[in-house]
């Protein structure tokens, strides 16, 4: 990288909550068919890409409300430094893709969230990435139904990510369990 790219990197790191590299985006793999309605309720956030909406924040969860066959409303919870408890509220809805969503938080730009793989009972690998002109931004969660996963759950949900040439040496653990304090999942429909 040279001197010019580190600035850029850095001027549009404040414009963006993404984790930034150089590259372009992969060409994702889409699931074949997605079934919504079990992909509702509480999933518990085990690894992330380093990214500035979840700095420091531990003990994440996301909550997943069917609204209708098209939309789903999102709640993410996480546990800050001084003990309190910061939700987040935001909507997903459906494109024609199999396991493709945009995703709207307050105050963020929309992204594409894009299941990888899950199998909707134990783990789910979710990723985003979009480009900009000699950088690229990218989200990435491995995400579980308990709080922790599986070795073998674990193992599926890196290879979603490895068969789509997308780099799991990035992604950090998030605390989860211990003292972690949780709030009442959404009621299962
Ligand atoms: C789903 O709900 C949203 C928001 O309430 C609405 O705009 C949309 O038209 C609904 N779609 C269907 C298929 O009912």
């Not at 990197?9 to 079934?35: M, R, W």
């Not at 990435?129 to 759950?153: H, I, K, M």
């Amino acid at each position: 990288m040279n001197g010019f790219t580190v600035v850029l990197l850095l001027a549009v790191a404040g414009l963006t909550n993404a984790y930034l590299d150089q590259g372009n985006c992969p060409s994702i793999k889409h699931v074949d068919e997605f079934d919504l309605p079990s992909y509702m309720g509480r999933w518990f956030e085990t690894q992330r890409y380093p990214d500035g909406i979840e700095k420091g924040r531990a003990c994440v969860t996301a909550d997943y409300v069917l609204v209708n066959d098209t939309r789903f409303s999102i709640r993410n919870s996480a546990n800050l430094h001084d003990g309190s408890i910061e939700l987040l509220h935001g909507n997903a809805v459906t494109t024609d893709t199999p396991g493709r969503f945009i995703v709207g938080f307050q105050g963020e730009p929309p992204i594409v969230y894009n299941v990888l793989a899950t199998d909707y009972a134990t783990y789910s690998s979710v990723y985003s990435c979009a480009e900009g002109e000699d950088y690229r931004e990218q989200f990435a969660w491995v995400l579980s139904r308990t709080e922790r996963l599986d070795p073998d759950a674990l193992a599926a949900a890196l290879d979603a990510f490895d068969s789509n040439n997308i780099d799991t040496s990035v992604l950090q653990v998030t605390p989860q369990g211990g003292h972690c304090v949780y709030t009442s999942p959404p009621p299962k429909v």
